[in-house]
């Protein structure tokens, strides 16, 4: 009987870990990492699209609005990930995500670059400053020489 109670509670306790590891697994561990991916996705397009993005009026019309409206999805991606990372302050801290307010901004200027690629005059400042912001937001690497203003 002694056995049979050993071997129960043996079992039972391997399930109670194993369902809090899927438990933490899917509640925390997923969400960083689909925010790790969405901010490597905008890394790669805002080097993919920097054709279209520094050259504000000059590529069609159609592909213009094919790199605006996927901006504006990075955007909201960006922003939705801070609803699913849960007790994100802590948890950012823990995982070196960016702040709450960093990525608020990020996603703002994405925003705002995917409506400043349809300018046909001097776009090319605010266009700069706005990539910088991002990728300073973001933490992601931006040469000292393509920020705006060059000295």
């Not at 129960?8 to 870990?17: D, E, N, Q």
Request: with cysteine; proline share 4%; glycine share 4%.
């Amino acid at each position: 009987m002694l056995m049979t109670l050993t071997v129960f509670s043996t079992v039972l306790s391997g399930v109670m870990i194993y369902v809090l590891g899927q438990f933490v697994v899917k509640l925390v561990i997923e969400p960083v990492q689909e925010t790790k991916k969405a901010i490597a996705q905008i890394s790669h397009s805002l080097i993919e699209y920097g054709d279209i993005i520094q050259n504000p009026g000059v590529p069609a019309k159609e592909k213009t609005v094919e790199v605006s409206q996927h901006l504006r999805m990075l955007s909201a991606q960006l922003h939705s990930h801070l609803f699913l990372v849960p007790c994100y302050r802590v948890t950012a801290f823990v995982f070196r995500l960016p702040a709450r307010d960093k990525i608020l901004m990020a996603a703002k200027q994405l925003m705002g670059l995917s409506s400043a690629i349809f300018s046909k005059s001097d776009a090319y400042e605010e266009i700069a400053k706005r990539r910088a912001m991002i990728c300073d937001s973001l933490g992601i690497y931006f040469a000292a020489d393509e920020r705006w203003p060059k000295e």
